[in-house]
């Protein structure tokens, strides 16, 4: 079964403080990883994806297969970062996308 | 970018009655809509995927019956909440596909809803 796992429900770090937001996975074949983000009174968009190898925002994921996880990484916090943020999985392109409970990241001046 | 809206996006009915919630892709057609519920602190939960001009299909756990999924048109797909309780209060939220776009998810604002 897809399964999506984010150990912390919170997480608070000072500003310029590395942060790194934990997620694992469970899926027997290759899925698709993704990270989304809510500020405050928004809605839920794209932060990225595991198959642009792309950094957004000074944030970076990478996929480790052997570990089954996707944690996502930004070097200095900023307070604008302060959101929650979604690990999510789906198996192929046009498939369901399943989530993570969730981490509320909240950055502290 | 890709813009899906909701309408309404808040709504208090009570209890016994039915709501109508619309799901619309604006500036892209999508064959594939996705309806999720959001309970407060909690993730996302997907209810069904709804494709264009087909029954839609339920996660396990969802009464079809009482959540009806249409997706007539490429550019709307409507859920209705039938003889609401209370404890059908929560935030739904839509998301639609877009094949220009490496089958990225494009999700609406949501919408509140509290029966009393």
């Known amino acids: 079964a897809q399964r999506v796992t984010q150990p912390e429900k919170l997480l608070s770090v000072f500003k310029g403080a590395p942060v790194e937001l934990k997620c694992n996975y469970s899926y027997s074949g290759s899925p698709e990883l993704f990270w989304y983000v809510q500020y405050s009174r928004q809605r839920l968009q794209l932060l990225l994806r595991h198959i642009s190898r792309e950094s957004i925002k000074g944030f970076t994921a990478d996929l480790n297969k052997g570990e089954t996880s996707f944690h996502l990484k930004k070097p200095f916090a900023q307070e604008e970062d302060s959101a929650m943020y979604y690990c999510?999985?789906?198996?192929?392109?046009?498939?369901?996308?399943?989530f993570g409970s969730g981490t509320r990241l909240s950055i502290r001046p | 970018g890709a813009v899906v809206s909701q309408h309404p996006s808040r709504v208090i009915c009570k209890s016994g009655t039915s709501v109508k919630i619309e799901c619309r892709s604006l500036d892209f057609q999508a064959t594939t809509m996705f309806w999720y519920r959001q309970f407060p602190k909690q993730s996302l939960m997907l209810m069904a995927t709804?494709?264009?001009?087909?029954?839609?299909?339920?996660e396990q756990g969802v009464e079809k019956d009482k959540f009806l999924i249409n997706h007539a048109s490429l550019t709307l797909s409507t859920l209705t909440v039938t003889s609401a309780h209370p404890e059908d209060s929560s935030f739904y939220i839509c998301s639609a596909l877009s094949g220009r776009s490496s089958y990225e998810q494009y999700f609406g604002p949501g919408t509140r809803l509290t029966v009393t």
């Open positions: 999510a999985l789906r198996s192929s392109s046009a498939s369901k996308i399943i």
């Open positions: 709804s494709n264009e001009g087909s029954k839609a299909t339920y």
